[in-house]
């Protein structure tokens, strides 16, 4: 069984900085592909980053393409989503996906493993 679990999440001014963590356990890490996910209240579940089994490939969503940046350790069994210049709109709990196709996915059901979400405010 795979477990994920995601840290780093809080509460910062616009403009600011995260980076959030998920550490994995279980599992073959490094045979994963990996993503984050956010979901806002009242909005559906979207597509942020992913991240191939190699670490060699990513893609991001639109809304955070030049401000957010995904990477991983296959030995730590780490992903990391590094957020700079946030947005009000960025607000949301944030969820760390595992897929077991080793490639990057953008679509939620091409993930077998979730977190259980950390809350990023951005709020002044």
């Known amino acids: 069984q795979v477990h994920l679990v995601e840290s780093g999440g809080g509460l910062v001014l616009p403009g600011e900085s995260l980076t959030l963590s998920c550490v994995a356990s279980?599992?073959?890490?490094?045979?994963?592909?990996m993503g984050w996910f956010r979901q806002a209240p009242g909005k559906e579940r979207e597509f942020v980053a992913t991240?191939?089994?190699?670490?060699?490939?990513?893609s991001y969503a639109d809304s955070v393409k030049g401000r957010f940046a995904i990477s991983r350790d296959n030995i730590k069994k780490t992903v990391w989503l590094q957020m700079n210049g946030l947005k009000p709109e960025d607000t949301a709990v944030y969820y760390c996906?595992?897929?077991?196709?080793?490639?990057?996915?953008?679509?939620?059901?091409?993930?077998?493993?979730w977190g259980q979400g950390t809350q990023v405010t951005v709020s002044s």
């Open positions: 279980g599992g073959t890490f490094r045979n994963f592909a």
């Open positions: 991240i191939n089994w190699m670490g060699v490939t990513t």
């Open positions: 996906a595992a897929s077991e196709g080793g490639l990057g996915y953008v679509e939620g059901p091409d993930y077998d493993y």
